[in-house]
């Protein structure tokens, strides 16, 4: 298992903004495809955001479409989710999620056996 380590939660008001980062830790994160995800309690793991091997692709889930931003900078081993616009419904545990498999992470938001997670960073949206 590879190891991820999220940073960059907070309570944040609506409107506001967040840079959550996910840094790789022991391996280079450029062989992998990125996604996050987010999860309420008592509610279905989300999917996000994803960013593919190239980190030109990528894919976002509609609630965040247009608000929210990933990126990958492989000089510092990290991709970040830049969250501007933010709303209450925001508020979850999110977490950073590596596959070598792209079309499962990005596009099927599932998950495999091969796919390594961080241990999550909890936003807070209000006021």
């Known amino acids: 298992q590879l190891q991820l380590v999220e940073s960059g939660g907070d309570l944040v008001q609506p409107g506001g903004s967040l840079r959550l980062s996910c840094a790789g830790s022991?391996?280079?994160?450029?062989?992998?495809?990125i996604g996050w995800f987010r999860q309420v309690p008592g509610k279905e793991r989300e999917g996000v955001s994803c960013i593919g091997i190239d980190g030109r692709s990528t894919n976002y889930g509609d609630s965040v479409r247009g608000r929210f931003t990933i990126s990958r900078d492989n000089a510092k081993n990290t991709v970040y989710l830049q969250m501007n616009s933010l709303k209450p419904e925001d508020t979850a545990i999110y977490y950073c999620?590596?596959?070598?498999?792209?079309?499962?992470?990005?596009?099927?938001?599932?998950?495999?056996?091969?796919?390594?997670w961080g241990q999550g960073t909890q936003v807070t949206v209000s006021s």
């Open positions: 022991g391996f280079t994160l450029d062989r992998y495809a």
């Open positions: 999620a590596a596959d070598v498999l792209e079309w499962k992470l990005c596009v099927q938001w599932e998950m495999t056996s091969r796919t390594s």
